[in-house]
């Protein structure tokens, strides 16, 4: 059974500063997908990874994968007020059997000013 | 163009009861998947839907179930309540099934059973 675990499940930054959260899964796959939700809202798609070492950027964050390490990173640089809320790392392997999407247990991140 | 519509948006219901959620997805999206997302649990794959058929299925119990019509539109059904049940319901739909890169979630349907 695919399992995703994200660290930290908590995460309080001061503004300006930089932070990584980490995102493990357990089986074998080449498809990870990072979402933003805020509170009482629904799941934003923000970055999609198709490949071991797709890297892709949008503003503040950046997100990558290591498939053979199975790992996932989402990269805050200078971080702003905006960017509070909660992110997940999904992860499924169709490819490998494995369809459904899994979540992690999501990062609630703050942002201090 | 609309987004994935899920209604009602809030219910409160009791033990026992039973409850229909409806999602219509985007327009031309023939995939809608339903998840269930709880403090505890987080969010867990209930089931997906593609043209009218059931394609893959979460670990829940039987009093979970859904379908899907023939204009894409899904419903999901939870029958003999129970208190843990009370969660919000998202749906997502996609063009295609397994196409989570492209999925798109609805504001969600938030149950809670006293």
């Known amino acids: 059974e695919l399992k995703v675990e994200q660290n930290p499940l908590f995460l309080s930054m001061q503004e300006g500063k930089n932070y990584t959260i980490y995102c493990n899964y357990s089986?074998?796959?080449?498809?990870l997908y990072w979402y933003r939700q805020d509170p009482g809202k629904s799941l934003e798609s923000l970055f999609v990874l198709l490949s071991n070492g797709a890297v892709k950027q949008e503003g503040r964050l950046m997100a990558s994968l290591d498939t053979k390490a199975r790992l996932s990173t989402l990269h805050i640089t200078a971080a702003v007020h905006d960017l509070s809320a909660t992110y997940f790392c999904a992860v499924d392997a169709p490819n490998f059997g494995n369809e459904k999407l899994t979540f992690g247990t999501g990062t609630r991140l703050t942002i201090i000013p | 163009k609309a987004g994935v519509t899920q209604t009602p948006r809030y219910l409160i219901k009791t033990r026992g009861q039973q409850v229909t959620l409806s999602c219509s997805p985007i327009?031309?999206?023939?995939?809608v998947s339903w998840y269930q997302q709880t403090p505890g649990q987080g969010l867990q794959f209930l089931f997906e839907y593609f043209s009218e058929t059931q394609r893959n299925k979460g670990n829940f119990p039987g009093r979970f179930s859904g379908r899907q019509f023939s204009n894409s539109r899904s419903e999901m059904n939870v029958s003999t309540l129970e208190l843990g049940d009370s969660a919000l319901y998202l749906c997502?739909?996609?063009?295609?099934?397994?196409?989570?890169?492209?999925?798109?979630f609805g504001e969600g349907s938030r149950l809670t059973v006293l």
């Open positions: 997502a739909s996609s063009r295609y099934p397994t196409n989570a890169g492209e999925l798109f």
């Open positions: 089986t074998t796959s080449d498809r």
């Open positions: 327009s031309g999206h023939r995939s």
